[in-house]
C-alpha cells in the first residue's frame, strides 16, 4: 500500500497539485486517499529518499524544492543519459517505430496549436517515455526517469507559462528532434538531445529567477 500511496503523492507533486514547499501533512494525506496514515508515512519517507520531499525537523515534511544549481546538476545528468538513450533508440528505430513517435508529435503540435498546454505536457512526457522504453534499457529508465521526475513539477511551471507562440515552438522542437533521431547519425541525434534538455533547462531556470 505504501507504494501506491507514494505514486499518488509522487503524481501530485508532479501535475501540481503539491506544489514546490507545500507542507504535507500525513492524516491530512491519509483521508484525502482513505487510508491510514502508516502506509503515507512509509511513501514520504520513500519520496524523501528520491528527493521529491524534503523532512525539516519540527516542521515536517514539504515538497522539495529545487535551487539553480540543482537544476543545473540534474540537466548536466540528463544530457548524458538522454544522449545515451537516443542512440540506443536509432539502433532500434524502424518505420512503425517512426510513425508511432510521429503520431505523438503531431498531436502535441496541435494541441498546442489550440493553447491546451496540459495536453502539450502530456503528450511531451508521452514522448519521452517512449523513447525511454526503446532504449531498452531498464537501469536507464529508472535513472532518467527519477531525474526528470525531480524536474516534472517545474518543468509544468515553466511550460504553463509559455504564450501561444512560444508553446508551439515547444511542441515542434520535438519534430526536429525526432527527425534527427530518425536521420540515424549518433552525433547529430546526441547534439540535438543536447540542446533539447538545455532549452527545457534554461526555462526552468528562468521561472526560478523570475525572469520567465
Given at each position: 500500500?505504501?507504494?501506491?500511496?507514494?505514486?499518488?503523492?509522487?503524481?501530485?507533486?508532479?501535475?501540481?497539485?503539491?506544489?514546490?514547499n507545500?507542507?504535507?501533512?500525513?492524516?491530512?494525506?491519509?483521508?484525502?486517499?482513505?487510508?491510514?496514515?502508516?502506509?503515507?508515512r512509509?511513501?514520504?519517507?520513500?519520496?524523501?529518499?528520491?528527493?521529491?520531499?524534503?523532512?525539516?525537523?519540527?516542521?515536517?515534511?514539504?515538497?522539495?524544492?529545487?535551487?539553480p544549481?540543482?537544476?543545473?546538476?540534474?540537466?548536466?545528468?540528463?544530457?548524458?543519459?538522454?544522449?545515451?538513450?537516443?542512440?540506443?533508440?536509432?539502433?532500434?528505430?524502424?518505420?512503425?517505430?517512426?510513425?508511432?513517435l510521429?503520431?505523438?508529435?503531431?498531436?502535441?503540435?496541435?494541441?498546442?496549436?489550440?493553447?491546451?498546454?496540459?495536453?502539450?505536457?502530456?503528450l511531451?512526457?508521452?514522448?519521452?517515455e517512449?523513447?525511454?522504453?526503446?532504449?531498452?534499457?531498464?537501469?536507464l529508465?529508472?535513472?532518467?526517469?527519477?531525474?526528470?521526475?525531480?524536474?516534472?513539477?517545474?518543468?509544468?511551471?515553466?511550460?504553463?507559462?509559455?504564450?501561444?507562440?512560444?508553446?508551439?515552438?515547444?511542441?515542434?522542437?520535438?519534430?526536429?528532434?525526432?527527425?534527427?533521431?530518425?536521420?540515424?547519425?549518433?552525433?547529430?541525434?546526441?547534439?540535438?538531445?543536447?540542446?533539447?534538455?538545455?532549452?527545457?533547462?534554461?526555462?526552468?531556470?528562468?521561472?526560478?529567477?523570475?525572469?520567465?
Open positions: 500500500m505504501s507504494e501506491d500511496v507514494a505514486g499518488r503523492i509522487r503524481a501530485a507533486i508532479s501535475d501540481g497539485r503539491y506544489p514546490p507545500t507542507r504535507l501533512v500525513e492524516r491530512r494525506i491519509a483521508a484525502e486517499l482513505g487510508v491510514s496514515h502508516i502506509p503515507v512509509e511513501a514520504l519517507a520513500r519520496l524523501v529518499d528520491e528527493g521529491l520531499v524534503e523532512h525539516q525537523p519540527r516542521r515536517g515534511a514539504r515538497v522539495a524544492g529545487l535551487t544549481l540543482q537544476v543545473e546538476e540534474i540537466a548536466s545528468l540528463r544530457t548524458l543519459l538522454e544522449e545515451f538513450v537516443v542512440v540506443r533508440v536509432q539502433q532500434r528505430m524502424t518505420p512503425a517505430v517512426k510513425a508511432e510521429q503520431r505523438v508529435v503531431d498531436a502535441m503540435v496541435q494541441a498546442a496549436e489550440r493553447g491546451n498546454s496540459a495536453r502539450v505536457l502530456e511531451d512526457q508521452r514522448f519521452h517512449r523513447l525511454w522504453a526503446l532504449a531498452d534499457h531498464a537501469m529508465v529508472e535513472l532518467v526517469g527519477h531525474l526528470r521526475g525531480r524536474l516534472a513539477a517545474f518543468l509544468r511551471s515553466a511550460t504553463t507559462t509559455l504564450d501561444s507562440d512560444g508553446l508551439v515552438e515547444h511542441a515542434r522542437s520535438h519534430q526536429l528532434l525526432l527527425d534527427t533521431i530518425a536521420g540515424g547519425k549518433p552525433a547529430a541525434a546526441k547534439r540535438a538531445m543536447a540542446a533539447h534538455v538545455a532549452i527545457a533547462t534554461d526555462r526552468v531556470l528562468a521561472t526560478l529567477t523570475g525572469d520567465a
